[in-house]
Structure formats: structure tokens, C-alpha cells
């Protein structure tokens, strides 16, 4: 301050005392004019002001404030924007020192910031060596591609390019029409009802076939779709749900008909393995399957199979890529309206309560790389790639593979389900940025989420646990259930804990800006607006009630519902008798309590005589397995046991003793038959405890009942037997063994036992 002082002093009351270099020199005093003046036209004498630094200071603050007033009302002035060029000079370059600022800081950090830096793994590439500065500067220029996605705008030029792209026909958008409008009283009060009013729809479709539709019915009401609240202002709603409509071969020439972004059209032709020829965008089942994903419904198809996987799973990574882009470009175009605003208008809310939009469920790592790999093909050029930690991620999810035996070999189905890194515990962030994929991204950071069931349910942990976080799933849009029926296999109890916590409230607020919130994500009615797509290879009841109890989409959804000609039965080469035994079961509840009632009661009897001898009793689920062991303890049957748990020296001596007659009884399980594929030979009779998950386990099974491998010295070729164990409840999987048609009429039969004999000429 006080060499401020000193300054000050030099310029208007001359040269200071303390200061001897300007003492020295000659101050010429500075003209003053004054406003008297004699008439002979002489300079009148100087008037001699008072240089008191107060009134100084009391002029320069009026001067202040006059130049704020005359910027205030040049900036009210439309034709003038001089000043606004001159801040927008000033914040380039205070940017630009900012910058400079922050670049100069990086390389000035202590040895204890550095230490901790490392500890973190932020200057660490993905082998564990340390960074060099080309790949810290390329890590800071996508941390700012991700910053810039997340709450900043793009330069002018590209948002004019973008926003021409977002304009054309956006009202028309499926994207705009389901995610940007609220909901109307009478189709929220439609679907809060329980059960639900729907309207169904059948339609018969080339590719898909039997497809059938539900859309959600509401009380009809005057103006629905708009209702206007003043005179400049009306208030739209979201448009009830519709049939879909097959894309037509003329809308896929120009894909910009099908609101598909122009940033990628380029990009699918290469990126779509499964087209035999370049000149289409679509094969016919990804044609059929993208018209309704488009539409914003959900959807479940239970025809997948290993030929038509690639097809799927690229029509719903384009469906997921092309939903973040639209989502991302609403956010850079609001955030560069509401530069110049104070206030956030209700139409600019365009996001969730967290960042997460879109969860990826599937049972094994090499799933994940495959779908990731997808996403990369689709979303950047090939030239012009750029994933971050890629190499960590090849690294951890492709290897740990099985090796497959050469000598009796695995069927077919086994080596192709479980090729590649089988590991089901994974999780993984993806944030898309605006030229590159950040893979291994913190949840709350990411707009992917794919993870296995088990992965899932390590994180969101159990009630009553300490550390515990599901809040990543309270804003979830889209969900997408690959591979399905191999959950069942897994634990389909870790499907249902994760469906369970989505669209919580979340604990905390995450850096949420609750301003740009959509009001029917803070409504609580995000489940209204997530769309589910479900793909199995089979139709199991586990699979139809997620998608009827968990999919709650005001758009409706639609289900691929096709009969069987030709039931598992047909692939059964053995000569044998196939007898299928239909108990009562008054509810669900009731049903494991009346099939081992059944069981005991009616089978088990006939199958203790030791005529009956090498009965392999084969069992789905693992409850019933351990309550039949059980019961086999408890009455001192004489038996042995294989199932998912079982070591294989175990394994080893269960299988001699039935081959060889030692037992009487052999409890097989499901789920170690998946995993294993084991060859068991001696079955002499086969009880289906209930009927398979996996049809073709029926035929596999009854066919190991071959002669080669039957021990001769025990029993006779021409006893032998398979009973079937049925409900009304276990329609689908009776009508994959014996087909649809058949299965209509054994269960409207008055009769409860029919039999069938395979193998006869």
C-alpha cells in the first residue's frame, strides 16, 4: 500500500521526497486551462486545486458508476453490441489464461500430490507404468470432451451444424414425443391401475411372425394430447402409444427418414456384419425388430438363437447410440441457450436425477465385449477411433476361456455359449463424449452402465448393509436384458434384487442441477418412461412376468409370440414310452408344495420296486433338489447325488455307483447339467421333476438311454421308462417338448396321464 502511495503522489502533487531518482529530474507541471480568462486575451493565473486523495476517490467512484449505467443501457440496445465484443474478447482471454493457468499448476505439483496421484492411478496408463505428458495431455483433452458433453456447450459453428440436424422434423421424433413431454392425468391414472386396462393387438409380421401389441387405455378426454393454459404459452403432453408400423424399404434409403443421426449413418454399413450385401442398412428381423425399439416400447423376443445374436445385438446398439446422441445434443443446445439466461425455463429440463441413462444387463464378459465392441463400430469411424483405456479393457475381458475337451467332445450349443471370457461378476461405465468412448467411467459420470446380475447385486448390496449404492439407477431410460434365459442358470434372484431398485429415490444428490430435472423424473414416474427390450432363446413364466409386472411403459409393448410346430420330443431317437403325469395346483404359491405331494404320493411308490432300478430323478430348480435329498435321507433310500455344488471326486464316484446298480436312485440338477454336459450312462428310468427349462436337455437326456450305454449285467432293454411331471402353470415349457398344439390338448383333457412313444418305425 504504500508504495501505491508513492505513485500516486508522483502523479498529482508532483515528485515524492522519498524517492531520489525523480527528485533529480525536472517536473514539468501539467497545463491546466481555466474557464476565466482577461479580456486583453492574457491567461489568467492557475487556479490551485486541492489534491485531497477523498475527493478524488468520490469522483472516481461517480465516474464508476456513470460508466456502469451507460454499459447497462448499451447492452439494452439492440443494434449496438460493441460492448459485448469487448467482454466477449476479455473471458477468451481470461480463458485462455486460465488455461495457461492450470497447465502451468499441473507441472508444479509437490512431491506429496504426486505420490497421491499415483496412488489414484490418474498418471498411471493402462499397464501400470507411468504416463508419459503426450498421454496426460490426451487424458486431459477427453476429460474435457467429457466436461464439455456433460454441462458445456460446443463452439457456435458446431452447435448451428448440430442444430440444423435437431430441427428437421423434431416434433416428429419418437425420441422427442416419448422422453419430452409429461404425462396427462387420465393415462397416468390408467396406468397406476392394477391390474392395468390395455387394448391388445395382433399382428402377423414376415420376419417376426406373431407378434402381439398392448397398448395402455385411458378415459378419453377432451383435448389430451394439448391442453392450453394461457394464450402464448400451451402445454403439450405425451401422445398415447400406437401400433407400430413395419419400416418400409423406402424410409431405410434415407435413414434420416427413421430420425437416425446423421453422425453415424456412415458408420452402419460397416459396422452391420450380418448384411450378405452393402446396399441396405437393415437385414429383414433387424428391420422388423428396430420398428418397434423406434417406437419407444418395450419389447420380448424369445426366438433368439446363436445364427441371429450378431443381428439383435446390433439393432439394439444402435437403438442405445442413437438415443444418447439425442439426449446429449438437447443438453449442448439448452446449455448454450441458457448462457445468456437466468432462469431455466420448464422446457429446457432435459435430464434425470443422475447421469445414467441406459443399463445393459448380460451373464458374461465376453457378452460385454462384444456389445462395447458394437458400440465402437457404431459411433466412431474407424480411422478416427478413440477409446479410452481400451487396452485394459481387451486385457480384462477376453481371455479366461474353457478349454474344451477334444475327447468327447461338448455339444455344439455348449461351446458356442460359453467361448470366450465366461467370468458373470463385471461391471463398466461408458461415458460418450462428442469424439471418443471413455471406457471404466464412474458410474455417476457415465452414460452406459453394463453389468452382469451378480455385478449388480455386489453394488447395490443387501438391506441393512453399510456400504450399499443403487442411486445410478434412479434415472435409467433404457434397459436392455440380453441372453436372458441364461440368468435363470445363474441366479435369478440377482435379476430381480437389481429390476427391484430401479427408479429409487436417490440418498444423495450427485451434483444434480434440480433445475434441469425433467418433472416427471422428480415426479417419481420415470418407470412410466423406460422402455425394456428382453431377448431369450426360450420363453420361460420367470421371463413373462418381468415383462408383465416390470415393464410399466406408457407406450405399451410387444411380445414375439410364435407357436411350436415341432416339440424337443422329435429329436428323442431311443424306442420308449414318454408318460406325462398332470397334477392341480389351485395358485402359484401352491404349485412346489402339490408337485412334491404328487411325487411322493403317486410316483415315488412305483419307482421303489427293484424292478424300477438306475432311476436318474432330474430337477430344475435347486429347492426342490435339496428337499427331495432330504426327504431320500430322511427315509434312507438308497441313492446318490449330482448337482451344481458337487465336487468332482464326488461326481466321479456317483457316477460308477449308478452305472454299476450300487444305487437305486440318481438326483440329477439342471443347472449342473448346463455347466458340466456330462455324459451319464446306466439310466434305465427318467423322472422329469418338472419339465426343463432347456428343451433340448429333454431329447439330450432320454437319449443318453441309448444301449451303448447301458451296463448289461444290470436290467433289461425293454424296461424302460420317462415320466413328466406337469401343471397348467407349465404351459410353455410342455408345449417346447411336445408342441404347441399338442400341449392345448393334454391340458383341456379331462384324462391326467397320456403317454407317447418315440423311436417307433
Given at each position: 500500500m504504500a508504495r501505491g502511495k508513492v505513485k500516486y503522489k508522483d502523479v498529482v502533487g508532483g515528485h515524492s521526497k522519498t524517492n531520489k531518482k525523480f527528485s533529480k529530474k525536472k517536473v514539468n507541471s501539467r497545463k491546466t486551462y481555466s474557464l476565466y480568462q482577461a479580456n486583453n486575451g492574457k491567461k489568467s493565473k492557475k487556479r490551485k486545486f486541492n489534491t485531497n486523495i477523498e475527493e478524488l476517490n468520490e469522483k472516481r467512484q461517480k465516474t464508476e458508476e456513470t460508466v456502469q449505467v451507460e454499459e447497462e443501457s448499451s447492452e439494452s440496445e439492440e443494434d449496438t453490441d460493441h460492448m459485448q465484443q469487448l467482454r466477449a474478447s476479455f473471458s477468451s482471454n481470461l480463458s485462455n489464461k486460465k488455461l495457461v493457468a492450470v497447465e502451468s499448476s499441473d507441472d508444479s505439483f509437490s512431491e506429496e500430490e504426486h505420490e497421491s496421484r499415483e496412488e489414484k492411478g490418474d498418471n498411471l496408463d493402462e499397464s501400470g507404468s507411468v504416463k508419459s505428458d503426450s498421454e496426460l495431455l490426451e487424458n486431459s483433452q477427453d476429460e474435457s470432451d467429457d466436461v464439455e458433453s456433460e454441462g458445456e456447450s460446443d463452439s457456435d459453428v458446431n452447435i448451428e451444424n448440430e442444430e440444423q440436424d435437431n430441427n428437421k422434423d423434431d416434433s416428429s421424433d419418437p425420441f422427442v414425443k416419448h422422453v419430452c413431454y409429461e404425462l396427462h392425468e387420465s393415462v397416468l391414472n390408467?396406468?397406476?391401475?392394477?391390474?392395468?386396462?390395455?387394448?391388445?393387438?395382433?399382428?402377423?409380421?414376415?420376419?417376426?411372425?406373431?407378434?402381439?401389441?398392448?397398448?395402455?387405455?385411458?378415459?378419453?378426454?377432451?383435448?389430451?394430447?394439448?391442453?392450453?393454459?394461457?394464450?402464448?404459452?400451451?402445454?403439450?403432453?405425451?401422445?398415447?402409444?400406437?401400433?407400430?408400423?413395419?419400416?418400409?424399404?423406402?424410409?431405410?434409403?434415407?435413414?434420416?427418414?427413421?430420425?437416425?443421426?446423421?453422425?453415424?449413418?456412415?458408420?452402419?454399413?460397416?459396422?452391420?456384419?450380418?448384411?450378405?450385401?452393402?446396399?441396405?442398412?437393415?437385414?429383414?428381423?433387424?428391420?422388423?425388430?428396430?420398428?418397434?425399439?423406434?417406437?419407444?416400447?418395450?419389447?420380448?423376443?424369445?426366438?433368439?438363437?446363436?445364427?441371429?445374436?450378431?443381428?439383435?445385438?446390433?439393432?439394439?446398439?444402435?437403438?442405445?447410440?442413437?438415443?444418447?446422441?439425442?439426449?446429449?445434443?438437447?443438453?449442448?443446445?439448452?446449455?448454450?441457450?441458457?448462457?445468456?439466461?437466468?432462469?431455466?425455463?420448464?422446457?429446457?429440463?432435459?435430464?434425470?436425477?443422475?447421469?445414467?441413462?441406459?443399463?445393459?444387463?448380460?451373464?458374461?464378459?465376453?457378452?460385454?465385449?462384444?456389445?462395447?465392441?458394437?458400440?465402437?463400430?457404431?459411433?466412431?469411424?474407424?480411422?478416427?477411433?478413440?477409446?479410452?483405456?481400451?487396452?485394459?479393457?481387451?486385457?480384462?475381458?477376453?481371455?479366461?476361456?474353457?478349454?474344451?475337451?477334444?475327447?468327447?467332445?461338448?455339444?455344439?450349443?455348449?461351446?458356442?455359449?460359453?467361448?470366450?471370457?465366461?467370468?458373470?461378476?463385471?461391471?463398466?461405465?461408458?461415458?460418450?463424449?462428442?469424439?471418443?468412448?471413455?471406457?471404466?467411467?464412474?458410474?455417476?459420470?457415465?452414460?452406459?452402465?453394463?453389468?452382469?446380475?451378480?455385478?449388480?447385486?455386489?453394488?447395490?448390496?443387501?438391506?441393512?448393509?453399510?456400504?450399499?449404492?443403487?442411486?445410478?439407477?434412479?434415472?435409467?431410460?433404457?434397459?436392455?436384458?440380453?441372453?436372458?434365459?441364461?440368468?435363470?442358470?445363474?441366479?435369478?434372484?440377482?435379476?430381480?434384487?437389481?429390476?427391484?431398485?430401479?427408479?429409487?429415490?436417490?440418498?444423495?444428490?450427485?451434483?444434480?442441477?434440480?433445475?434441469?430435472?425433467?418433472?416427471?423424473?422428480?415426479?417419481?414416474?420415470?418407470?412410466?418412461?423406460?422402455?425394456?427390450?428382453?431377448?431369450?432363446?426360450?420363453?420361460?413364466?420367470?421371463?413373462?412376468?418381468?415383462?408383465?409386472?416390470?415393464?410399466?411403459?406408457?407406450?405399451g409393448k410387444a411380445k414375439v409370440s410364435n407357436p411350436v410346430e415341432f416339440g424337443a420330443i422329435r429329436q428323442v431317437f431311443v424306442q420308449i414310452p414318454h408318460v406325462f403325469h398332470k397334477f392341480e395346483a389351485s395358485n402359484v404359491q401352491q404349485l412346489l408344495e402339490a408337485r412334491f405331494d404328487f411325487f411322493i404320493n403317486k410316483i415315488l411308490p412305483q419307482q421303489k420296486d427293484s424292478l424300477m432300478k438306475q432311476t436318474l430323478i432330474y430337477v430344475s430348480s435347486y429347492f426342490d433338489f435339496v428337499r427331495l435329498?432330504?426327504?431320500?435321507?430322511?427315509?434312507?433310500?438308497?441313492?446318490?447325488?449330482?448337482?451344481?455344488?458337487?465336487?468332482?471326486?464326488?461326481?466321479?464316484?456317483?457316477?460308477?455307483?449308478?452305472?454299476?446298480?450300487?444305487?437305486?436312485?440318481?438326483?440329477?440338477?439342471?443347472?449342473?447339467?448346463?455347466?458340466?454336459?456330462?455324459?451319464?450312462?446306466?439310466?434305465?428310468?427318467?423322472?422329469?421333476?418338472?419339465?426343463?427349462?432347456?428343451?433340448?436337455?429333454?431329447y439330450e437326456i432320454c437319449n443318453f438311454m441309448q444301449e451303448a450305454n447301458m451296463n448289461k449285467k444290470v436290467g433289461s432293454m425293454t424296461n424302460m421308462t420317462v415320466n413328466v411331471l406337469y401343471s397348467k402353470y407349465d404351459v410353455q415349457r410342455i408345449s417346447a417338448i411336445v408342441g404347441t398344439e399338442r400341449a392345448m390338448k393334454i391340458l383341456n383333457s379331462d384324462r391326467s396321464v397320456h403317454m407317447m412313444v418315440t423311436g417307433a418305425e
Open positions: 390408467s396406468l397406476q391401475n392394477v391390474p392395468m386396462l390395455v387394448k391388445e393387438h395382433i399382428e402377423h409380421w414376415p420376419t417376426l411372425g406373431r407378434v402381439i401389441i398392448q397398448i395402455p387405455q385411458y378415459k378419453e378426454t377432451e383435448k389430451t394430447e394439448c391442453n392450453v393454459v394461457t394464450i402464448e404459452e400451451e402445454k403439450k403432453f405425451a401422445p398415447p402409444g400406437s401400433v407400430p408400423s413395419k419400416i418400409n424399404n423406402t424410409d431405410l434409403s434415407k435413414p434420416e427418414n427413421i430420425f437416425i443421426k446423421n453422425q453415424i449413418i456412415n458408420n452402419l454399413t460397416k459396422a452391420n456384419k450380418s448384411l450378405s450385401y452393402g446396399d441396405v442398412l437393415f437385414t429383414d428381423l433387424q428391420n422388423e425388430l428396430f420398428s418397434v425399439m423406434n417406437n419407444y416400447q418395450d419389447i420380448y423376443y424369445s426366438q433368439r438363437s446363436f445364427s441371429n445374436a450378431e443381428e439383435i445385438r446390433f439393432v439394439y446398439c444402435l437403438h442405445l447410440v442413437n438415443h444418447i446422441l439425442k439426449t446429449r445434443l438437447k443438453v449442448v443446445h439448452h446449455n448454450a441457450r441458457l448462457s445468456n439466461k437466468d432462469d431455466v425455463p420448464e422446457d429446457f429440463r432435459d435430464q434425470g436425477l443422475v447421469r445414467p441413462k441406459i443399463l445393459v444387463i448380460v451373464p458374461f464378459k465376453d457378452s460385454a465385449y462384444q456389445i462395447i465392441q458394437t458400440l465402437i463400430n457404431i459411433l466412431l469411424p474407424e480411422d478416427k477411433s478413440h477409446v479410452m483405456k481400451r487396452k485394459r479393457f481387451v486385457e480384462e475381458y477376453t481371455g479366461n476361456e474353457i478349454s474344451m475337451p477334444k475327447k468327447n467332445p461338448k455339444p455344439e450349443d455348449y461351446e458356442l455359449t460359453f467361448s470366450g471370457n465366461v467370468s458373470d461378476d463385471f461391471k463398466i461405465g461408458i461415458t460418450v463424449t462428442k469424439k471418443s468412448l471413455k471406457l471404466y467411467a464412474d458410474f455417476y459420470s457415465s452414460d452406459i452402465i453394463i453389468a452382469s446380475p451378480l455385478g449388480l447385486r455386489t453394488l447395490i448390496g443387501a438391506e441393512g448393509e453399510s456400504e450399499r449404492d443403487y442411486d445410478f439407477l434412479a434415472s435409467i431410460e433404457l434397459l436392455v436384458l440380453d441372453q436372458a434365459e441364461l440368468f435363470f442358470m445363474q441366479n435369478w434372484d440377482h435379476l430381480i434384487h437389481a429390476l427391484n431398485h430401479l427408479h429409487l429415490q436417490p440418498k444423495n444428490s450427485h451434483g444434480t442441477d434440480f433445475s434441469r430435472v425433467r418433472t416427471w423424473s422428480l415426479n417419481g414416474w420415470a418407470k412410466y418412461y423406460r422402455q425394456t427390450m428382453i431377448f431369450s432363446s426360450i420363453a420361460l413364466p420367470e421371463i413373462n412376468a418381468v415383462f408383465n409386472k416390470k415393464c410399466n411403459n406408457y407406450a435329498r432330504n426327504y431320500f435321507k430322511k427315509e434312507e433310500l438308497s441313492f446318490v447325488q449330482i448337482c451344481e455344488y458337487s465336487k468332482e471326486s464326488k461326481i466321479a464316484r456317483a457316477r460308477d455307483m449308478f452305472y454299476h446298480g450300487d444305487v437305486h436312485f440318481l438326483l440329477y440338477t439342471e443347472r449342473h447339467h448346463f455347466y458340466n454336459r456330462i455324459r451319464v450312462k446306466g439310466i434305465r428310468h427318467l423322472i422329469f421333476y418338472e419339465p426343463p427349462a432347456f428343451p433340448h436337455f429333454y
